[in-house]
């Protein structure tokens, strides 16, 4: 069984560190599509970043300077550093892994419903919860 598991959320003030794991098991990792998503105080689930396997990234501008998505390998684990974190970066964060694109293709869902649909492409995490406050 495939299983994506999302720690590290946390309840911090805003300007403080937070760092999301996402370790995968029962499945090749090192060659398939990486993301972060969250539900915010929004009805759409935000992508905030994709990890390409060649270790190319993408953020949302909401993020971009502050969030760095990296991975390990060998420990089949993506990581999500959260640096000098908002108020408006409050929410629950899910990690995906497979075909991204066809994932976003799902848009205006919450990330529970996206959650559903994703399974589809590929596989997702269950959320972990960020709480920033002011």
């Known amino acids: 069984e495939v299983q994506l598991k999302v720690s590290g959320g946390d309840s911090v003030q805003a300007g403080g560190s937070l760092k999301l794991s996402c370790s995968a098991s029962g499945i090749t990792f090192d060659a398939r599509e990486m993301a972060w998503f969250r539900q915010g105080a929004g009805n759409e689930c935000e992508l905030v970043s994709t990890?390409?396997?060649?270790?190319?990234?993408t953020y949302a501008e909401s993020v971009k300077g502050r969030f760095t998505a990296s991975q390990d390998n060998a420990k089949k684990t993506s990581y999500l550093q959260m640096d000098r974190l908002k108020f408006e970066d409050t929410g629950d964060y899910y990690c995906a892994l497979g075909d991204i694109l066809g994932m976003r293709a799902n848009g205006g869902l919450t990330c529970g419903e996206l959650g559903e649909k994703a399974r589809v492409f590929g596989y997702w995490g269950q959320g972990t919860q960020v709480i920033v406050s002011k």
């Open positions: 990890l390409e396997p060649d270790g190319g990234t």
